[in-house]
């Protein structure tokens, strides 16, 4: 009797404490509901509450298998990006660009945009034909979908009379044929449109008249339904839903019919399924936390974010990689405990994520691209160690985005800390020599090659001798057509001569022309009352100030001022460079 007393006695103290699992708090249906992925009895499935959701705001740290993710690179397009399509067959990344109603074509291989093509409505969702020639558009504001010739970026089909199309992808519908699934926000359904003959030769496009993309089913959905995932011939299709939450659709794509529904948390905004974990989250944005259910739609709780989850990626091991846009940041957890991994911090506003993997060069696989809306970039995360920050580049510094953007790129580095820190500077207000402005450039347009370059012109005050620094990134950028010496013979360079206002502006119109760029005409002459007299100057001036490059110092007397021959600051060249990259191409709109 007195061991059987210690013995319950023990068990009792450690029930207490935590260290044996919770079984006697299971609910009346058997489920464990005091564990991270039981639901609270008397709950329905979606709408776990209490000790059945899990805050992983408070949860312990957890590991996942994988190495963790850190931004370790940056891609510029300006604008508002909203969704991300990659072509790794190709290697490319389509971008929506929702303010600027158009589509931006990126190089993974040096991280550019190097084409804009304009559609007809702000753009959310994005797909590519088989053959990758055809691009599909969602056109939220234009109310349909267009069909996109790649070769000639003209729009060669659409549909019409679509109520605010949002998310797109091309599934295998009905009888093996390929159809388009668009999910219509003001409508509630999901609609499938056919493709069949969109892309290569045909009479439409031979003739310049546009075809048509039919209307071949419909699906009904729940409240307002945004986004979806295919997976072995199903369609998870998630709806915001009202007061009493979302809900999820599993459409059988054979049959263009409903086989179940399950109801969601509130906000539901982004879906995605593992096959390998067995599970299916939904991203709550109302609710500040993501539904865990299996893959018929049982809900197995949910984890609370303290923020608003815009979307959900999967990663090998259970990882699950969230976007939180209220927190400027990306979040891992590990779905199969509940926990947080880690987190990183991105971009202004994270939305849309894509895994950028199979391409010839670029970015390493095990990327993921995250688009940045508040600031138009698009964040890269990769395993290893990720890029330091600037001790004197706090978060509220008018220029810190535009620094961190061209750090990402390789294109700044800073300084050691003066106090030996451990840390980096960057001396935003210091000047910028003419030898630091061709290494930035180069960078930032992924002009360099890790072989040291021959002379493009023989400068008299640079050497072969003197390395990397100055000497090929000088000659890299002579190369390019990109930054020009002094004349004189033997030309000199002036290395290690100050960068002022006016010398910048020429050399960043100058770039984006030599890459194939150049920034349009103003339309009018800028507002400066210094405005240089010489003409040559003076157009180069109004150009970037058009482009959005520049804004002027406003003075005591209200009035603009450029002050074209004051030394340039290290972070004003930061801004205007990062405003060259985020402009290229845009004279593509115009026309």
Request: aromatic share 6%; net charge negative; charged share 20%.
């Amino acid at each position: 009797l007195v061991l059987f007393a210690l013995i319950l006695g023990v068990g009792l103290i450690l029930l207490a404490v935590g260290f044996i699992p919770a079984v006697a708090r299971a609910g009346p249906d058997g489920e464990v509901a005091g564990s991270c992925y039981g639901r609270a009895p008397g709950h329905a499935p979606g709408h776990a509450t209490g000790d059945a959701s899990r805050d992983a705001r408070d949860a312990p740290v957890g590991s996942v298998a994988s190495t963790p993710l850190a931004e370790r690179g940056s891609i510029v397009v300006g604008g508002e990006p909203k969704y991300l399509l990659a072509d790794p067959a190709h290697n490319r990344l389509f971008v929506s660009d929702f303010a600027r109603e158009s589509v931006v074509v990126v190089d993974l291989a040096t991280g550019l945009p190097v084409r804009r093509i304009a559609v007809p409505g702000a753009p959310a969702g994005l797909a590519l034909s088989d053959a990758c020639d055809i691009l599909f558009v969602a056109c939220y504001s234009g109310s349909t979908v267009v069909a996109v010739d790649l070769s000639s970026g003209r729009v060669v089909a659409r549909a019409v009379g679509l109520e605010h199309p949002w998310a797109l992808a091309t599934v295998t519908g009905p009888g093996g044929r390929e159809v388009l699934a668009v999910t219509e926000n003001s409508a509630d359904r999901v609609t499938f449109l056919g493709i069949e003959g969109i892309g290569g030769p045909q009479e439409g496009e031979r003739s310049g008249s546009e075809g048509v993309l039919p209307r071949v089913g419909e699906v009904a959905t729940a409240y307002y339904p945004y986004h979806f995932d295919v997976v072995t011939g199903i369609l998870y299709v998630v709806s915001y839903g009202g007061r009493q939450g979302g809900r999820v659709d599993a459409v059988d794509l054979a049959t263009l019919a409903r086989m179940w529904k399950t109801g969601t948390g509130k906000g539901s905004f982004d879906i995605q399924v593992s096959p390998e974990v067995a599970m299916m989250v939904v991203a709550n944005l109302s609710g500040q936390s993501v539904g865990l259910y299996d893959l018929a739609g049982k809900s197995s709780g949910e984890i609370g974010l303290g923020a608003d989850p815009r979307c959900v990626r999967f990663r090998a091991g259970g990882e699950l990689l969230v976007s939180l846009q209220s927190a400027d940041e990306v979040r891992s957890l590990d779905v199969r405990q509940a926990t947080t991994a880690y987190t990183v911090a991105v971009g202004a506003r994270p939305g849309a994520m894509t895994w950028l993997s199979g391409r010839r060069t670029g970015p390493p696989d095990d990327t993921l691209a995250v688009a940045n809306q508040g600031d138009g970039t698009i964040s890269l995360l990769s395993p290893g160690e990720p890029v330091a920050e600037f001790q004197d580049v706090p978060a509220d510094h008018l220029f810190r985005a535009c620094i961190r953007t061209l750090a990402l790129r390789g294109a700044v580095s800073g300084y050691p800390d003066p106090d030996l820190t451990g840390q980096i500077c960057f001396r935003p207000d210091s000047g910028l020599t003419r030898a630091q402005m061709a290494k930035v450039l180069v960078m930032a347009l992924s002009l360099h090659t890790e072989a040291i370059d021959p002379a493009a012109v023989d400068y008299v005050d640079l050497d072969a001798e003197d390395g990397v620094f100055p000497f090929d990134y000088v000659q890299e950028a002579t190369a390019a057509g990109v930054i020009s010496g002094f004349g004189g013979d033997p030309p000199r360079f002036g290395p290690y001569e100050p960068v002022t206002r006016m010398q910048l502006l020429r050399i960043v119109v100058k770039a984006a022309a030599a890459v194939g760029s150049p920034l349009p005409a103003a339309p009018a002459p800028a507002p400066f009352v210094d405005l240089p007299s010489d003409a040559a100057d003076a157009a180069v001036v109004n150009t970037a100030f058009a482009a959005g490059l520049i804004s002027g110092v406003l003075g005591a007397d209200g009035r603009l001022r450029l002050m074209p021959w004051a030394p340039v600051t290290r972070g004003q060249a930061a801004k205007v460079v990062y405003g060259l990259l985020a402009s290229l191409h845009t004279g593509d709109l115009r026309q």
